[in-house]
Nanobody
């Protein structure tokens, strides 16, 4: 199973960016999917998660600016990031809690990270 993240880049303050993360490979089911970020010199922190039933959880720092959605048919999760600030600059990582086979345990897989830079 692989998680492929994309959509990062350079954006001006106040701008928007949409990331995506697709899970591929042999898998049976995906539970929650989410995004985390790590800024230079800081610990990785939660950005947003979305359950298989589309319930969402967003960090206080991004509420009102970010949303998260998923396409279960494509095994893909999309964070929509609006009103970006310089402090949103970080490497963004996606993850997924998934079961590869009917009999296997639920494990967490991580994508490779995509850099988001908010700067004028």
């Amino acid at each position: 199973v692989q998680l492929q993240a994309s959509g990062g880049g350079l954006v001006q303050p106040g701008g928007s960016l949409r990331l995506s993360c697709a899970a591929s490979g042999s898998l049976f089911s995906i539970n929650a999917m989410g995004w985390y970020r790590q800024a230079p010199g800081k610990q990785r922190e939660l950005v947003a998660t979305i359950s298989s039933g589309a319930g969402t959880n967003l960090a206080d720092s991004v509420k009102g600016r970010f949303t998260i959605s998923r396409d279960n048919a494509k095994n893909t999760v999309y964070p929509q990031m609006n009103s970006l600030k310089a402090e949103d600059t970080a490497v963004y990582y996606c993850n997924a809690e998934l079961r590869r086979y009917t009999w296997s345990p639920i494990l967490v897989y991580w994508g490779q990270g995509t850099l988001v830079t908010v700067s004028s």
